[in-house]
């Protein structure tokens, strides 16, 4: 009887281990494949604008789970924020706003005048995260609490403005563009290729 007892419970302790091992694969297999679409900021951002639209027609259809949208819009609203702010506040931090940008002493500095408190693939993988799981959530009818969502949407559009009128005076004040729309780009590499191929 002994024998039955120890044989099971090391049926079940191998059961245990197999799943710990499958966890530990797929978790390797899945940090692998994110790890590999980080270049690809492009592809990434148009797969994110597929699953919103699914997420989008999910609700359209069953006509319910605005109070799961509308946590959804305040949660993007969130990483919005943290993706327009810089790394170092200058609002919670005076000695960051009085030195200014640090610029290079040696050689292998570069000069950093903006970096995000949110980096853009932490940004991108936040808000699919965020689109996969409010999609699962319309499975369950314990989520779809009644409510009237008109008042709910402008909620989050006077909330979205007031926002963003603070997020634009704070970059005005403190002289940050958050985007690399307009700044100048330089083609090192390009220029020194081509003087090498003219000497020859």
């Not at 699962?136 to 402008?154: A, E, K, Y």
Request: with cysteine; aromatic share 16%.
């Amino acid at each position: 009887m002994d024998s039955g007892d120890s044989g099971a419970g090391g049926g079940g302790g191998a059961a245990v281990a197999a799943a710990a091992k499958w966890r530990s694969d797929a978790s390797r297999a899945f940090q692998y494949y994110l790890d590999r679409s980080t270049p690809h900021a492009t592809g990434r951002w148009v797969g994110t604008l597929v699953v919103a639209a699914i997420y989008a027609l999910r609700v359209f259809m069953v006509h319910g789970f605005y109070i799961v949208s509308y946590g959804l819009g305040i949660y993007l609203l969130n990483l919005l924020i943290g993706f327009l702010s810089p790394m170092v506040d200058p609002e919670l931090d005076p000695s960051a706003a009085q030195d200014g940008p640090a610029l290079p002493t040696r050689g292998s500095d570069e000069f950093k005048p903006f970096i995000r408190r949110l980096p853009e693939f932490k940004f991108w993988y936040a808000i699919t995260k965020a689109f996969v799981v409010a999609f699962v959530m319309t499975f369950f009818s314990v989520f779809d609490v009644p409510v009237f969502w008109p008042i709910l949407l402008c909620y989050w559009i006077v909330l979205f403005v007031l926002t963003m009128k603070r997020q634009i005076l704070h970059m005005v004040k403190y002289k940050y563009v958050p985007f690399n729309i307009g700044k100048q780009k330089y083609g090192g590499k390009k220029g020194g290729a081509s003087s090498s191929s003219s000497k020859d």
